[in-house]
């Protein structure tokens, strides 16, 4: 079990930024993939970024040259830095926290940050 706490979610102008960040009640080593996702009103929750515990990272198109996910094992804290928001970044961002257990994927999520972008 692990908990997973955010922050720096808030109102911002288009073309803004804000730096979330995650901060875990484990050392976030154990964890394969720790990760960010959104959910806007009205749908599914989507992948934003993911970070490896070697450094890769993986971003959604939407989101590639605006956003950096980044990890601070010492800290056990993700960030997520978005620049350049834009209004359809609006939503609640959550944090996520991935561990492969005996053949099993079991997903650990935080309580998720509003995020809104006004025009």
């Known amino acids: 079990q692990v908990q997973l706490v955010e922050s720096g979610g808030g109102l911002v102008q288009f073309g803004g930024s804000l730096r979330l960040s995650c901060a875990a009640s484990?050392?976030?080593?154990?964890?394969?993939?720790m990760g960010w996702y959104r959910q806007a009103l009205g749908k599914q929750r989507e992948l934003v970024a993911t970070i490896g515990t070697g450094g890769t990272t993986n971003y959604a198109d939407s989101v590639k040259g605006r956003f950096t996910i980044s990890r601070d094992n010492a800290k056990n804290t993700v960030y997520l830095q978005m620049n350049s928001l834009k209004p359809e970044d609006t939503a609640v961002y959550y944090c996520?926290?991935?561990?492969?257990?005996?053949?099993?994927?079991?997903?650990?999520w935080g309580q998720g940050t509003q995020v809104t972008v006004s025009s």
């Open positions: 996520n926290a991935r561990k492969f257990e005996s053949g099993k994927v079991n997903d650990y």
């Open positions: 484990r050392n976030i080593f154990r964890f394969a993939i």
